[in-house]
Structure formats: structure tokens, C-alpha cells
């Protein structure tokens, strides 16, 4: 199986034995584990160490499991095992879980759900690759599903684990398409769509199997939710049309499970700032702020945008139930003098932003009463939809301790936690289009980031106004991740390092520019054809579809590599058995014939000896003894 394939199925096997579980413990990671145990088995080995189930989880999962967590697994195996398991499976832990015996373990039972999963995943793969040949992309450099999922993936793991940091290879990554496709599939193809759920889904038992999350552990109750900025303006619906959605539903959810929505005061003061240059720069023509793009959309004007702010404190807690809570100037003084603000204003242009978000995790900090270690028993968090943020704040904190931030996405992970059985379609559905909403966010640049781009533009003597031009209409082409990366430049004080980015964006525009008006020239008949070809997309998917229910009625026969090692195993056992039950037919008849040959000596002899057999009944019992001896060798039933 390929490795991208490999990774997806895994998730989808995960969501599947998370349905209708209320112990993600015991429902999942014991089973995957025993699942591991059994491969490892099959495979002709009866023992070994806790990294050999560590490293048989990563071959059949691609889950970098923690060795402490496998140890707890196995220890919670054996404690589930009777006394007669044991002495069937000859299973038996030393070292406090650090070693192992087993003898026989055949664990068979989730087989089907794999294979399920490997259905599902081939079925999304192929309508994507004919999704991306429908909208003319190249899908060898088009970055695959499993890369998608994993990204997401992989700020979870860092949240719930208390990593620093991640990688961030996917800065020259777009995964645009795969947005694009989300939403198309949502809106054409439902079945296609509760896959992409279900990955989302189990890419967060993943996320969970690779850290040391305590299970057993009680929440709080009632805890505090201070909202950042943005997480407000979305909720407002003043932002991206597919940012508001998710971030309601995120709010619903705290609200359901008796969490409190509470705004800062220095919070309050953020908004109203934006609100007012949004206001003084208002163009019902060519609008220059997110804010103002979302009033057109809205068909709203300036005179509402100026009510809005008027009454803002009201209007949040009349229809969000969000309250204000104040943080005294005293002891924002106090949070200036942190090293946090020191280093924080050192990545930030704007001071005020530095000071805000520093102010406002200290203060959720004191009001747990300092550092924690345990997420569940975190009564407050600051909830903000910046993800460089939360990595400094990881960067701050004492190894092993609880981040005072969280997004979204790792909320929604950390609140299903507390009803799994109950929760789960509802963090799948938040999940996903948190997902779609972010990645919108990162490849499309915003207003604010396109006016910041163009003030480092002009601070630069380097760039002629020819090349000036090019920059600018550039923007639009290129993600906001990059456009970001290329304003922290100026931002650190590398003015020429800027001034070479730039350059690079210009001879890249160029090239864009030239080879679009080729394929303007190569693709005006298309052009007219898009109709007809989104009805063959559809076409093709739906034939997809129909050939995956289909192969539904053939495929229940494919074994996975757990049931080939297992059935093998079984062959072979029969093949022994039946070959020492006709060497022990062939023994018993040798000696019989060799007692006849040399202790009879004529036909009458032996027929007096069959006739003693006969009174004595003893043929009857020679017989029994033939067919208890084929029987319990499994030759006969």
C-alpha cells in the first residue's frame, strides 16, 4: 500500500472505531494496539519490547505513538485479559510493560472496518485526481490529500503535546484545490464529503495517539473563554464570508457544554481601532479593509459600520452572549515588564498588537492560578485564530505545561473530549470548516496585508515604478502565507533581503503574465465549454460512485495484510497437521504388518487372533481409537 494511502486509511479506520464510542481509551487505543500486538504475532514472533509494538503501530498506522503510552496500552491489555486468555494466548508482561511474551494472539475482530477504510480513501482519491484534471492542474505538483490532512493534523499534535514548534514546509505549498474541491464535493456529492469528515475525524484520534493527553483526567466546569479580535469581527460577520460560519459554531458549542464567552476590555479598545480606520477609510466603490469588503457584501454602508461601533459592548452580549471583563491598567504595566512582550514586540511591527496579546494570556495564566499540566483542568483560555501566536506562547511555557491560547480547531479537539459519543458530528463538521476557512486565510491575502505590503513597497528605493506596478497586481496571485513571509523581512530589518524577494516576485509575474496570455490564446474555445465539462466532472463522479457501491458486493473478500499473515499461518499449521496424522497411519500400519509378518504363521493363526479381537470387542475400540485420534488432529470432523 502507498504511503499516502496507507496514512489516510488509518485515519478513516480510527474514525470508524470511534463511532458510537464513549471511552476513546478503551475503544480505540486498545484495539489499535491489540491490532499491532496480533501483526507482530503473525509474523512468527512470541516476544519482545514495548518499542517493537511502538515501531508495529508506525508500520501499519504511520503514528509515532509516545513509548510511555504504549506501555500504559499494554498494561491496560493484559490487566482486561482472564485468567484463560492468558493461558491461551500465552500473553504475559514484564518490566512493568517494557517487555513481553505472547504465544498465540490472533486479533481479527476490526478487519472489515479496515478494509472500509481502504475503500473510502481510494474512492475520495480518485474523484480529487479527477476533480484537479477537470480544473486543468497538474497533479504530480499539486500536494496530496495526506498532506492536506497532516498539516492540520500536526498543529493538534503540537497543542496537545506542548511541542515549540512544527515544521513549516508548506509555505511554497498551496492547498487552494483541495478547498476548492471540499466545497464542491459538500454541495454535490454528500457521500464523497462524510469521507472527508471521517478524515478529519480521525486525524484527531491520531493527533491524540501521538501525545500523553490523560483520559482519566476530570474537566473543570464552567470555564472562561476570552475571545482575541479577529475571533469577535468573524463572529460579527465581519470578515471572509466563510470565516463567520465555523467561529459561531465553535461559540454554540462552549456555550453548549457551560462554557462562559467573555471579551478583555484592552480587546474591546483593539476592535473599536479597526472599526474606526475601517470607518475613516470607507469606499463603497473599491473597498480598502476586510471589514468594508464585508459591509458591501452585506449590503450594509458606513452609517451602520459607525451604529455598529457605537454600541458595540451591547450589541455583543445582546446577540453572542460575549461579556466584557475588565484587566486593570495596574497590572497591564505590570505585564509591559514581561521578557514575553520583549520578544514578541521583536516579531511584531505594531507594539500595541504585542502588548494586547501578551496582557491577555498572562491574565488568563494568573486566573488559572499559574502554570497547569493537564488541559482539562485549564478553567480559562484565550481563543484567538493566530497560529504564530500560539507557537510563541508554546515557546514560553515550562516543558510539559498547558498553553494559555488555543484555536479553534485544537478547542473543538479538546471539547469533544468531554462527550465523544455526543460530540463527534459536531467537532466534525466545525473541524472541516475551520480547515476550509483557514486555508482561505492563507492563500488569499487579505486587504490589511496587501496595504502593509504596499508601505514596505514604498519604503524601498530598489524597486522602479515599472516593477512598482507589477508588484502590486502580483498580489493576488500569490498566497498570503508568502506575502507574509516577505513583510517579515522588513519587519526584522532585512531591507535587502526584501528588496531580492521582491525582485523575484516581479520576474515571477512576468512569467505568469506571459504564459497566461498563451494559454488565453490556447483555451478561448474552452472557455466557452466550461459548462459542458463541470457537467462531465459530474458525470465521471458519479460513475465513481457507482462503480464504488458496486465493488462494495466484491470487495469483501480482499484480505488485509493482517488477515494474508493470519490465514497463511492457519495454512500451514493444517498442512503439519495433516502430515503427522498420516505418519502416525503409516507408523500403526507398519507395525501392525510387521507383527503379522513375524508372529503369524498361517491364515488359520491370524483369523483365530481376529476372532479374540472380535469377542473382546477390541476392533470396536481400535476403531474409536482411529477416530479420536483423526478427530482431535482436525482430519476428520
Keep these: 500500500m502507498e504511503e499516502q494511502e496507507k496514512i489516510l486509511t488509518s485515519y478513516c479506520f480510527l474514525a470508524a472505531l470511534t463511532e458510537r464510542q464513549s471511552d476513546i481509551f478503551k475503544g480505540v487505543f486498545i484495539p489499535v494496539t491489540k491490532r499491532a500486538l496480533s501483526y507482530y504475532n503473525l509474523k512468527g514472533k512470541t516476544s519482545g519490547f514495548d518499542t517493537d509494538i511502538q515501531e508495529a503501530i508506525k508500520e501499519l498506522y504511520d503514528i509515532d505513538i509516545p513509548i510511555l503510552v504504549v506501555r500504559h496500552i499494554l498494561r491496560a491489555i493484559e490487566s482486561a485479559m482472564s485468567r484463560r486468555e492468558k493461558a491461551n494466548n500465552g500473553f504475559k508482561l514484564m518490566e512493568n510493560g517494557k517487555s513481553f511474551e505472547v504465544k498465540e494472539y490472533a486479533f481479527l475482530d476490526n478487519e472489515e472496518r479496515y478494509k472500509q477504510g481502504s475503500r473510502d480513501v481510494n474512492f475520495l482519491q480518485q474523484a480529487f485526481q479527477t476533480y484537479l484534471q477537470k480544473q486543468g492542474e497538474n497533479t504530480e505538483q499539486t500536494p496530496s490529500f495526506s498532506d492536506f490532512i497532516n498539516t492540520n493534523k500536526n498543529k493538534i499534535t503540537a497543542f496537545f503535546s506542548g511541542k515549540k514548534h512544527i515544521e513549516r514546509n508548506d509555505i511554497e505549498q498551496s492547498f487552494i484545490q483541495h478547498v476548492n474541491f471540499l466545497e464542491y464535493i459538500e454541495a454535490n456529492h454528500h457521500q464523497l464529503y462524510e469521507i472527508a469528515e471521517n478524515l478529519y ?234 480547515i476550509i476557512a483557514m486555508t482561505i486565510r492563507d492563500e488569499i491575502a487579505s486587504k490589511e496585508l496587501i496595504n502593509e505590503f504596499d508601505k514596505n513597497l514604498k519604503s524601498t528605493e530598489d524597486i522602479s515604478k515599472e516593477d512598482y506596478e507589477i508588484l502590486l497586481s502580483s498580489v493576488v496571485y500569490q498566497s498570503a502565507k508568502n506575502i507574509s513571509k516577505i513583510n517579515q523581512l522588513i519587519y526584522d530589518g532585512k531591507k535587502e533581503e526584501f528588496n531580492v524577494e521582491a525582485h523575484k516576485l516581479v520576474e515571477k509575474e512576468r512569467n505568469r503574465r506571459a504564459a497566461q496570455q498563451q494559454v488565453i490564446k490556447n483555451k478561448q474555445e474552452e472557455q466557452e465549454k466550461k459548462q459542458i465539462e463541470n457537467q462531465e466532472l459530474n458525470e465521471k463522479i458519479n460513475q465513481l460512485e457507482k462503480k464504488y457501491v458496486e465493488s462494495e458486493k466484491f470487495n469483501k473478500d480482499n484480505l488485509t495484510q493482517l488477515e494474508q499473515l493470519s490465514s497463511k499461518l492457519d495454512a500451514q499449521g493444517k498442512y503439519v497437521k495433516r502430515f503427522l496424522t498420516w505418519l502416525s497411519v503409516f507408523v500403526i500400519l507398519s507395525i501392525l504388518g510387521i507383527l503379522l509378518y513375524n508372529y503369524t504363521t498361517s491364515w488359520d493363526l491370524l483369523k483365530k487372533i481376529l476372532a479374540g479381537i472380535l469377542g473382546l470387542s477390541g476392533l470396536w475400540s481400535f476403531g474409536s481409537f482411529v477416530i479420536n485420534l483423526l478427530k482431535s488432529l482436525k482430519v476428520i470432523k
Design 201 to 434: 475525524l480521525g486525524s484527531l484520534v491520531a493527533s491524540l495517539l501521538e501525545t500523553e493527553i490523560d483520559f482519566a483526567a476530570k474537566f473543570s466546569q464552567g470555564e472562561t473563554y476570552y475571545l482575541d479580535t479577529q475571533i469577535i469581527l468573524k463572529a460579527m460577520d465581519l470578515q471572509g464570508e466563510s470565516d463567520t460560519m465555523p467561529v459561531i459554531e465553535i461559540l454554540d458549542l462552549i456555550k453548549s457544554v457551560g462554557g462562559k464567552l467573555r471579551v478583555l476590555n484592552i480587546t474591546l479598545e483593539e476592535i473599536n481601532f479597526i472599526l474606526s480606520n475601517a470607518i475613516n477609510n470607507y469606499n463603497s466603490q473599491y473597498p480598502t479593509t476586510t471589514i468594508n469588503d464585508a459591509c458591501i457584501r452585506r449590503k450594509k454602508n458606513k452609517a451602520w459600520l459607525m451604529t455598529i461601533q457605537g454600541k458595540l459592548e451591547v450589541e455583543l452580549e445582546k446577540t453572542l452572549k460575549i461579556i466584557k471583563e475588565d484587566i486593570s491598567a495596574k497590572k497591564i504595566e505590570e505585564y509591559k515588564k514581561s521578557n514575553d512582550l520583549k520578544d514578541l514586540k521583536e516579531k511584531r511591527y505594531k507594539e500595541a498588537n504585542a502588548i494586547h496579546d501578551v496582557s491577555a494570556y498572562l491574565f488568563v495564566r494568573e486566573k488559572r492560578g499559574g502554570a497547569i499540566r493537564v488541559h482539562q483542568n485549564a478553567n480559562s483560555w484565550f481563543l484567538t485564530a493566530n497560529k504564530d501566536l500560539l507557537f510563541f506562547n508554546l515557546q514560553k511555557i515550562s516543558p510539559g505545561c498547558v498553553p494559555e491560547l488555543t484555536l479553534p480547531d485544537t478547542l473543538a479537539c479538546l471539547l469533544w473530549l468531554k462527550n465523544p459519543l455526543n460530540l463527534a458530528k459536531k467537532v466534525k463538521k466545525i473541524g472541516l470548516s475551520e
